[in-house]
């Protein structure tokens, strides 16, 4: 079966989840944890030592004190946690360099952040995107109700195939650029 590794990282507080959909990114340095419970969360966690690696952006407190901040609201919408009729809206990260694509798909949209202060550098109105990743030219492939689609550089969508995909769940792309959906 060849050899497998399976990292496993425990932040502390977080042992408690309010209820909802995870769903991760990493670079190999840096994880990315999007959390929708009641909320809908991004925080990142430093693989080396398994901490919290701060947001590059700053808040204050209610003593007007500054700090960095270590998770970071990635919609207004209520989160899955809140109520399951509803459906998850934050279904999906991917990373590629300085950017986080996530996909909100009750809001039918993805958003391209910077991966390193959350600033938003694009958005594209997609139809209730299930998934993101980024193929190896830059260009993200999404799942889109039952399709796959393309969104290149110009950002425009384009069908990546014909085959019908209703049930899919997530995508993934290997170094050769063959996609995988589950």
Request: aromatic share 8%; glycine share 10%.
């Amino acid at each position: 079966y060849g050899r497998y590794f399976l990292m496993v990282i425990f932040v502390n507080n977080r042992v408690a989840f309010d209820g909802g959909r995870i769903s991760l990114a990493t670079d190999g340095k840096i994880l990315w944890v999007a959390s929708e419970g009641k909320k809908s969360i991004i925080y990142r966690v430093d693989i080396a030592t398994g901490r919290y690696s701060p947001w590059q952006q700053s808040a204050k407190d209610a003593q007007g004190n500054e700090f960095q901040l270590l998770e970071l609201e990635a919609s207004k919408l209520p989160g899955i946690g809140s109520d399951w009729k509803l459906g998850a809206n934050m279904t999906s990260i991917a990373i590629r360099g300085d950017t986080l694509a996530v996909c909100l798909a009750r809001e039918n949209r993805i958003e391209l952040r910077d991966a390193n202060n959350s600033t938003l550098k694009k958005q594209f109105e997609i139809e209730k995107p299930r998934a993101v990743a980024f193929d190896t030219d830059g260009s993200l492939i999404v799942l889109s109700g039952g399709s796959l689609l393309r969104i290149g550089a110009d950002g425009a969508a384009r069908a990546f195939n014909e085959t019908p995909l209703e049930h899919g769940y997530g995508i993934a792309i290997d170094a050769a650029r063959n996609v995988y959906v589950s």
